[in-house]
């Protein structure tokens, strides 16, 4: 799965998802860490990228705005602020239920995945 990590993902996540052979770029790898909330979606989205973050509410809002007005993302994936073990833990069980494609335009809370 092609990946975009938000700032607040611990940067130690990127090097296990690359490890379990994922395309995974950073906002600190791009540069783009004081880009605003939208501004990350919309490069995810040019990119085909699936966004992971834990800024649950902003993200949460910003899928239910681009829906109403008929805006398709890569995707979305919010979680808490787990340990690196649990979310590894549940990103795999996501796999393991969604494809990338799966993905296009859908917001997955990754409790659902405990």
């Keep these: 799965m092609r990946l975009y990590l938000d700032h607040d993902v611990d940067v130690a996540c990127a090097a296990r998802l690359l490890?379990?052979?994922h395309d995974?770029?950073?906002?600190?790898?791009?540069?783009?860490?004081?880009?605003?909330?939208e501004q990350q979606l919309v490069f995810a989205t040019q990119e085909g990228r699936v966004f992971l973050t834990h800024n649950r509410r902003d993200f949460r809002s910003l899928h239910y705005q681009w829906t109403e007005e008929g805006r398709r993302h890569?995707?979305?994936?919010?979680?808490?602020?787990?340990?690196?073990d649990e979310l590894e833990r549940?990103?795999?069980?996501?796999?393991?239920?969604?494809?990338?494609?799966d993905m296009q335009g859908r917001l997955i809370p990754l409790h659902e995945f405990r």
């Design 24 to 37: 995974v770029l950073t906002t600190r790898a791009v540069g783009r860490t004081e880009s605003l909330d």
């Design 90 to 101: 549940r990103f795999l069980r996501l796999l393991a239920t969604y494809t990338e494609a």
């Design 19 to 21: 490890r379990l052979g």
């Design 74 to 84: 890569s995707g979305i994936i919010i979680s808490s602020h787990l340990l690196l």
